[in-house]
């Protein structure tokens, strides 16, 4: 559906984005995975026709998005970082507007508005202001807008930057039904989270390269480290770490009255019965679980947030 | 495409009720203001100078000649003697109000008794100058030929050169208007082209651009909204003079609705040139705000061109205020015909397409880049 080929852009002096290449396929959420200023919103300007690229090609659904940029625009619907919306308009209005421009024949747009609006659970207020709107509420119309001329792609920067916890559910059932519906999307985030939830493959990018990507398993078979169990005991005396060790081969630190045991989930009652076996009363479990917050740590060596 | 947008930017301007209270209730005031500073309002109190009558003595007799020298003795009058083709042409370009003309015979008549050769031409623009003219000299003639037979003879043919109106208004009445309207619609236009990097700071720019909109037309209806608000804005000006002081906007609507359109066309061009100058908000603010007040200075806004000295009124003629401020007063005060106004009104429309086209440059080199 979309592919992006050794893309490089520059500002000044800032290499914003660096020779990337991937390629989304249809029906698939993709993610892209990157720290603040990795490239993430300048790669989505130029998928978007608005910004031009240093050097390499984006080709949209086999058209090269350079030379049909009037075409790959309404094949792809964009939902930028920032809210675009006219604050002093109310949302119908706004929607009434954004889906003009694509030459929606108007009865059918009013549809369209009347559904989008359902979709994403605010018909009741679409008489009022913008304005008047939580930053949750506004991140919606901002996502309605970008659809309303069924795009077959549709681009989110950061859809849900600083809204709280109900929203962004809400914006994630809106991304699943959209790509149940057969919608390609592109998903920018600095939150694993989001895209461990969301995306069936990941690219991650920092400092305008591509570091690493694939399906969240690919991406984590990248990384030696394995999922391990932390338990902490009341009580651990010299000889119990010594036959833990030689029960659990897959000890593998200890540290006053805690264990590090390198095991899956899978494992976890086998090392409780041996615990019980020994008669050590355990305080704590702790489950460290490899996710893409790792893998980037173990990539780049930084954390993905500060 | 662009009926789209325009139709958005004026529903947006529209709904700012603190740019409406600036574009249509600030332009009133300063209006008010400005026509009272300049005496366009009320009695005029200014002591009465002789009214000038050109005089054309085409007799050229000892009779002709005394009853001139009489004649001229009148306070209310001064005479001044000139050619009948160029008295002629003088009172047609309303230099002066009337000439008055001795034909050839007139010394014969007097001695005769048979009706005077004496034609007075004048503009009739001036109905209330001539109205005190005209009994002036009846009144001379019966005084200084004295002779009763002659007095009944006394019949002051008048033609009228320029054609009848009803009242020409007072120069302080246009200045006030004209002036203070084209002044204060460059604040509100630069305000409306302002817009256009509000969109680009708020994100709906990029937006537009990521919608199958040509950057062009972005401009192109920034342009058109705020000719739609310079047209409202300085009808409402002209209308709200008539009502108040009595401005006569219907004597010649067709050619005001002209200029009208031309200056909006010429400001607003100037507003989205304005705009695409700059980068931000603040740089517009401060420019626009320099440039217009120096624009309006110059142009005639706030203190009228004949005041000016001379090198000023020649500096003049750069600014957009200059010629709609001309063109009112050759509308209201020389009520020229609209073919001797169309000069004036072509050179707003070049002034207008120079900067539509300068801006579309500049628009595409500073607004729309993202980077
Ligand atoms: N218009 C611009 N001018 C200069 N530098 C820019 C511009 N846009 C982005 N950058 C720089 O490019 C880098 C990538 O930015 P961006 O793509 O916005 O990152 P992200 O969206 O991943 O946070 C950053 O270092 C940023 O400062
Ligand atoms: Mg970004």
């Known amino acids: 559906m979309i592919q992006v080929q050794n893309l490089s852009k520059s500002f000044q002096n800032i290499q914003a984005v660096n020779d990337i290449s991937f390629t989304i396929k249809k029906g698939e959420i993709f993610g892209l995975l990157g720290p603040n200023g990795a490239g993430k919103s300048t790669t989505l300007n130029m998928m978007s026709t608005i910004l031009k690229s240093d050097a390499g090609t984006i080709h949209i659904d086999g058209k090269n998005s350079r030379e049909n940029s009037k075409e790959c625009k309404h094949l792809i619907g964009v939902v930028p970082q920032e809210i675009s919306l006219y604050e002093d308009l109310s949302a119908y209005q706004n929607l009434l507007f954004w889906g003009d421009l694509y030459g929606i024949p108007s009865k059918i747009l009013k549809e369209r508005i009347h559904t989008t609006l359902e979709l994403i659970g605010l018909l009741d207020r679409k008489k009022d202001l913008i304005k008047t709107y939580s930053g949750g509420m506004k991140r919606r119309i901002n996502i309605a807008a970008a659809l309303l001329h069924h795009p077959k792609i549709l681009f989110m920067d950061e859809p849900t930057v600083g809204i709280d916890p109900q929203s962004r559910n809400h914006i994630f059932e809106v991304i699943e039904t959209l790509n149940k519906q057969g919608m390609t999307i592109v998903y920018t985030t600095h939150y694993m989270e989001e895209v461990e939830r969301l995306c069936d493959r990941i690219a991650i990018i920092d400092s305008g390269k591509i570091i690493a990507q694939g399906t969240q398993s690919q991406l984590k078979e990248l990384v030696q480290t394995k999922e391990s169990i932390q338990f902490e005991f009341n009580f651990l005396s010299e000889s119990n770490v010594d036959q833990l060790r030689e029960l659990l081969p897959y000890t593998v630190a200890q540290n006053e009255n805690k264990l590090l045991v390198e095991t899956t989930v899978q494992e976890l009652s086998k090392v409780i019965t041996t615990c019980n076996e020994l008669q050590l009363s355990i305080k704590d479990i702790q489950l460290n679980k490899v996710n893409l917050e790792a893998i980037f740590l173990n990539l780049t060596g930084k954390q993905l947030r500060d | ?371």
């Not at chain 2, 109106?165 to 619609?185: E, N, R, Y």
């Open chain 2, 1 to 371: 495409m662009i009926f789209t947008i325009l139709r958005k930017d004026l529903r947006l301007y529209f709904s700012d009720k603190k740019g409406i209270l600036v574009t249509f209730l600030l332009p009133i005031i300063m209006i008010t203001l400005f026509a009272f500073a300049f005496g366009g309002v009320g009695k005029k109190k200014s002591p009465p100078k002789p009214l000038k009558v050109l005089v054309v003595d085409k007799d050229a007799t000892t009779a002709s000649q005394e009853l001139i020298a009489k004649l001229n003795s009148i306070k209310t009058i001064q005479l001044i003697t000139s050619e009948e083709e160029k008295a002629v042409d003088l009172v047609r370009k309303g230099k002066n109000i009337a000439a008055l003309i001795f034909e050839k015979g007139f010394s014969d008549a007097v001695a005769a008794d048979t009706d005077l050769p004496i034609e007075l031409k004048y503009d009739a623009a001036r109905d209330f100058q001539m109205r005190i003219i005209h009994s002036v000299l009846k009144e001379g003639f019966k005084y200084h030929l004295g002779k009763v037979d002659v007095i009944n003879n006394i019949k002051l043919k008048t033609t009228s050169l320029i054609k009848e109106s009803s009242t020409k208004a007072h120069p302080g009445l246009v200045q006030a208007v004209g002036g203070t309207a084209i002044m204060m619609l460059l604040f509100s236009i630069a305000a409306i082209g302002g817009g256009l990097l509000d969109e680009k700071e708020a994100g709906t720019l990029k937006r537009l651009l990521i919608a199958p909109v040509k950057p062009l037309y972005i401009l192109l209806a920034k342009m058109g909204t705020a000719m739609v608000v310079s047209i409202l804005q300085l009808s409402a000006m002209f209308v709200f003079a008539w009502l108040a002081f009595g401005l006569p906007i219907f004597m010649d609507v067709f050619s005001l609705i002209l200029l009208i359109l031309c200056i909006s066309f010429a400001v607003s061009s100037f507003g989205v040139f304005l705009v695409s100058t700059v980068k931000t908000r603040q740089q517009l603010q401060g420019m626009s705000t320099i440039i217009i007040i120096l624009m309006s200075a110059i142009g005639g806004s706030m203190i009228p061109i004949n005041m000016m000295p001379a090198f000023m009124q020649k500096i003049a003629i750069i600014s957009v205020n200059y010629w709609g401020i001309e063109g009112f007063f050759d509308i209201f005060w020389r009520q020229l015909p609209l073919i001797a106004m169309l000069p004036k009104m072509g050179i707003l429309l070049a002034i207008g397409l120079g900067m539509t086209l300068v801006s579309t440059v500049l628009f595409k080199k500073n607004i729309i880049a993202i980077e």
